[in-house]
């Protein structure tokens, strides 16, 4: 079994600043994609940042030069750094998990956490 659990939302300002943090256990593939997704009330779940297991990151361009995705394999966490916040990053945030054998592709997904932007 695989879990995702994920800290750090919350409420902010515009132009304020969250840390999302999301610790994976269990028995995975090292060779993996861990990101970060979010879905908007009425949207549709979208890739905010990524990163693989060997530093490959990839941003959606909404968010690219304000957020930053690191991992500390280690650990097996990935973090999500969000800086100069908008009322339009509000949003239930994800943590997501992919790997893929050589018969299956694997995802799971950590529980969410809420990130409010608002004055």
């Known amino acids: 079994q695989v879990h995702l659990v994920e800290s750090g939302g919350g409420l902010v300002q515009p132009g304020g600043s969250l840390r999302l943090s999301c610790k994976v256990s269990?028995?995975?593939?090292?060779?993996?994609?861990m990101g970060w997704y979010r879905q908007a009330p009425g949207k549709q779940r979208e890739l905010v940042a990524s990163?693989?297991?060997?530093?490959?990151?990839n941003y959606a361009d909404s968010v690219k030069g304000r957020f930053t995705v690191s991992r500390d394999n280690t650990k097996d966490t990935v973090y999500l750094q969000m800086n100069s916040l908008k009322v339009e990053d509000t949003a239930v945030y994800y943590c997501?998990?992919?790997?893929?054998?050589?018969?299956?592709?694997?995802?799971?997904w950590g529980q969410g956490t809420q990130v409010t932007v608002s004055s």
């Open positions: 997501n998990l992919n790997f893929k054998t050589l018969l299956k592709t694997y995802d799971y």
């Open positions: 269990g028995d995975f593939y090292r060779f993996n994609i």
């Open positions: 990163m693989t297991s060997v530093g490959i990151t």
